[in-house]
């Protein structure tokens, strides 16, 4: 199954440049200052609220989410649809076999929902390693399809270590 929200993309950009122009614009109110627009409100007061827009917004994480589960790998990546146009080290690529999912919880909070996959790996001490995702961005048919695909993984799972277990007892 394959899940892609780049619909939301341009939605993400436009708000973007809409944020960094406000803020140039009460930056350059601040330099300039127009008596119709200051008198009621700070320039200063605007550009400091144009960035915590902007931070707050870069601070939710990454917008744009690819999930495909074809074949035997999981491939999950995540990109913040306006900065990875200037730091292409921002994108996060995650793939591994669909045997080593052993666990899955979405966490819902205030502002964001996160992914977290349980994954088994000899790299950790406890042999598990969780990874997080932001899914805030995705629609409810989008996270009904993801809970489904992944559920669906770790019942192959399960069958597989109960085979696996069988084989050997016999």
């Known amino acids: ?25 009460s ?9 119709i627009i200051t008198k009621f409100v700070s ?5 400091i609220g144009f960035t915590c827009a902007i931070i707050l917004i870069y601070k939710l994480g990454h917008q744009h989410m690819e999930y495909s589960s074809d074949g035997e790998v999981l491939n999950i990546k995540t990109q ?47 042999g598990i390693v969780k990874l997080s995702f932001n899914i805030t961005y995705l629609n409810n048919s989008e996270i009904n399809d993801l809970k489904r695909s992944l559920n669906k993984i770790l019942k192959k799972n ?8 069988q084989a050997l007892v016999v």
């Open 1 to 25: 199954m394959r899940i892609n929200n780049k619909r939301i993309k341009i939605y993400i950009e436009t708000l973007y440049i809409l944020l960094l122009l406000g803020l140039f614009f």
């Open 80 to 126: 913040d649809a306006f900065w990875v146009k200037y730091n292409p080290n921002s994108k996060t690529i995650v793939d591994f076999p669909k045997s080593k999912l052993v666990n899955y919880k979405i966490k819902q909070g205030i502002l964001q929902r996160k992914l977290e996959l349980y994954v088994t790996s000899k790299r950790s001490q406890n």
């Open 158 to 165: 399960e069958r597989l270590e109960e085979d696996n277990l």
């Open 27 to 35: 930056i350059l109110l601040i330099f300039i200052p127009i008596s």
């Open 43 to 47: 320039p200063y007061l605007l550009a």
